[in-house]
């Protein structure tokens, strides 16, 4: 054992004076810079949380606070799951979760194993790609409506040129048929970037010897790519698939500025529905009950996917 | 066939990547190209049909976006000198007369108050937070970490019903303070979450080494982690600014005048007499150019920042 003098000093000073000497106790600084934190986050996340559910079992509206407020227990809870509407926001939601997924991680994972390529001015290509993604989806989405225009929109005249269909003849945004397409258009122009950095990276992870080895073994590209390739980069691409479903089931911003929900309720997601009840008709102990379910719906959900998750990543 | 072919991809099979990556770029570009083109234009050239791809530049859209301005009479017009400097042309040339500064400097200037104060916050309780997370034994540890992540799944609707309750009651509806306290409680399970990645990285051996020298912990902490860190500190800060800067839903319910940032703000300008698309268009280049230049020079850690550190490359 080697005895230094410092091993020998600590070894005779009293654990007490070589704490003070040492200024404030390990643990002590682990609460002092803990502390804030945890309160920052008991006062903007905890307590409203507990507010909600306490006002979901409430009539409670928030334009008039002097009325007075009575416990309804759960009817809120049942009012929405009976409201055949409901269904109806669900599945625009559902449908624009479905296509926004699928869409953005075909082109997503097409782009990454194009980028990993690695041709001549690859990493520029990456940065430009993915700027779309880093901007306000409000400020891009309203300017979107503009591109829109049925008269005078660039892309309108840009189906003209391609397709030949008269620009004047369709608009994106107010037709029913049309508006859900146009949505999932703009979510897909703005963060098919994410699922490919993840790819990129995902792809990138696979080291080299394991196709060296392939090739040893005569196995066709083709084979290679579905057998090594996808299952490799499957944890990847999943947890592309889990932030991107997490962020679209609460998508607000980029679709209230394209169509508020219109035309009717073709566009109307659960956030936006959630708006105008909390906001607009000024529901709150209904729309307390329409949030607590929907955090309910999703952290089921995302529960239930990040097990699958750990599963595939454990092969 | 050497082992290096084997890997690395042929000539054409990149020729063919390469071309096809490219017409994405230029295909994703153009609404962006387009906001900036917008800007420049006058209102009759921005919406022309067929759209102009070529038109002479005008800073028509940029008068418009800084002021407020009304339609002149004729009387007016006539007895107005002539215009002495080149907004004053722009405007008279449109028969329009200034009537006052618009709202987007004020709305501009909330956006970066609101934006860095809430990332200054964050960082400095985040860093603190993470360094405890990653060098201490904090009871309930993995469990805290999981709630910070969780409350990113609440849509921000359902928390601003109660936040807007609270704001009200606190008298914090509206205000610079009430926004930097609610963007730096979004943003600080983020702050940590990437800052203890950051900090696990650094060896523990550097700050033990500075213990035995007779630092003090908090001394070591400052003087050997923060440097370390410091990177690391410099991308989380900016993804908490971008978060901010970007923010739409809470700042389209919590705000209306003094504290209004300018994501809500943007969507509202009019001209006289209709949506001006070149003064949008001008508002929102001066409002995304600074995240585009942030995103340029944080490419690197990219990944991190968006994926919330579970994919760190």
């Not at chain 2, 990653?134 to 805290?144: E, G, I, Q, W």
């Not at chain 2, 800060?237 to 504290?259: D, K, P, Q, V």
Request: aromatic residues 14%; proline residues 6%; hydrophobic residues 50%.
């Amino acid at each position: 054992m080697a005895d230094t003098p410092i091993d020998r000093l600590a070894r005779i000073t009293p654990p007490s004076v070589a704490r003070r000497a040492r200024g404030l106790s390990d643990t002590a600084i682990a609460w002092v810079f803990v502390t804030p934190t945890i309160l920052l986050l008991l006062a903007i996340n905890i307590f409203p949380l507990i507010w909600t559910i306490r006002l979901s079992f409430t009539n409670y509206a928030a334009n008039k606070p002097n009325a007075e407020v009575k416990w309804v227990g759960l009817r809120n809870y049942e009012r929405i799951l009976t409201d055949p509407d409901i269904w109806q926001t669900m599945q625009a939601t559902a449908h624009f979760l479905v296509w926004t997924l699928v869409l953005q991680v075909v082109l997503g994972f097409a782009l990454a194993w194009a980028i990993n390529r690695k041709f001549r001015g690859n990493d520029l290509m990456t940065t430009l790609i993915v700027l779309p993604m880093m901007l306000s989806p409000a400020v891009v989405g309203n300017f979107w409506t503009f591109l829109y225009e049925p008269q005078i929109g660039l892309f309108n005249y840009m189906v003209e040129f391609v397709s030949g269909v008269p620009a004047s003849s369709f608009s994106m945004l107010s037709s029913v048929a049309l508006a859900p397409w146009a949505i999932v258009i703009v979510d897909t122009w703005m963060w098919t970037p994410f699922v490919m950095l993840i790819c990129l990276a995902g792809l990138r992870s696979i080291p080299d010897y394991i196709y060296e080895a392939a090739e040893v073994d005569r196995a066709s590209k083709w084979r290679q790519f579905w057998t090594m390739t996808i299952p490799m980069a499957l944890p990847f691409l999943m947890l592309a698939v889990l932030f991107r479903g997490i962020e679209n089931f609460k998508m607000f911003d980029l679709v209230v500025q394209l169509t508020g929900g219109g035309p009717g309720s073709t566009t109307l997601l659960t956030s936006i529905e959630l708006k105008r009840e909390a906001f607009e008709k000024w529901r709150t102990g209904y729309s307390s009950a329409y949030a607590v379910i929907l955090f309910v719906t999703i952290f089921g959900l995302a529960s239930i996917y990040v097990k699958a998750l750990n599963k595939v990543k454990e092969r | 066939m050497s082992a290096a072919s084997v890997t690395e991809p042929s000539a054409r099979a990149k020729g063919i990547a390469g071309f096809l990556v490219l017409l994405y770029t230029v295909i994703t570009l153009i609404p962006l190209l387009w906001i900036i083109a917008t800007g420049f234009k006058t209102g009759p050239d921005s919406i022309s049909y067929p759209p102009k791809v070529v038109f002479s530049p005008s800073l028509e859209g940029y008068v418009n976006l800084f002021t407020d301005r009304t339609r002149a009479t004729p009387e007016q017009l006539s007895a107005m000198q002539p215009p002495t400097n080149f907004v004053d042309a722009i405007v008279q040339r449109r028969g329009e007369v200034i009537t006052q500064p618009s709202k987007f400097g004020a709305r501009f200037l909330n956006s970066v108050i609101i934006g860095f104060g809430s990332t200054f916050l964050s960082v400095f309780l985040g860093t603190l937070a993470a360094y405890a997370f990653s060098r201490f034994r904090v009871p309930l540890k993995d469990d805290l970490l999981f709630f910070i992540l969780s409350t990113r799944m609440m849509p921000p609707i359902a928390v601003a019903i109660p936040i807007f309750l609270m704001f009200r009651n606190l008298g914090l509806s509206d205000t610079h303070l009430g926004m930097i306290l609610l963007y730096t409680g979004v943003n600080i399970s983020l702050a940590v979450w990437l800052l203890k990645g950051f900090i696990d990285e650094i060896p523990r051996e550097y700050e033990e080494a500075a213990l035995i020298d007779g630092y003090t912990r908090f001394q070591a902490f400052r003087k050997v982690v923060l440097p370390q860190a410091a990177t690391g500190i410099a991308s989380t800060a900016i993804f908490c600014l971008i978060f901010a800067w970007n923010e739409y839903a809470f700042a389209f319910l919590l705000t209306s005048g003094t504290a209004q940032t300018a994501p809500p703000f943007i969507p509202t300008i009019f001209g006289v007499g209709g949506k001006d698309w070149p003064a949008v268009a001008a508002g929102a280049t001066l409002f995304l150019l600074p995240v585009m230049i942030f995103t340029i020079l944080l490419r690197k850690h990219l990944l991190r920042g968006i994926t919330f550190g579970a994919v760190r490359k």
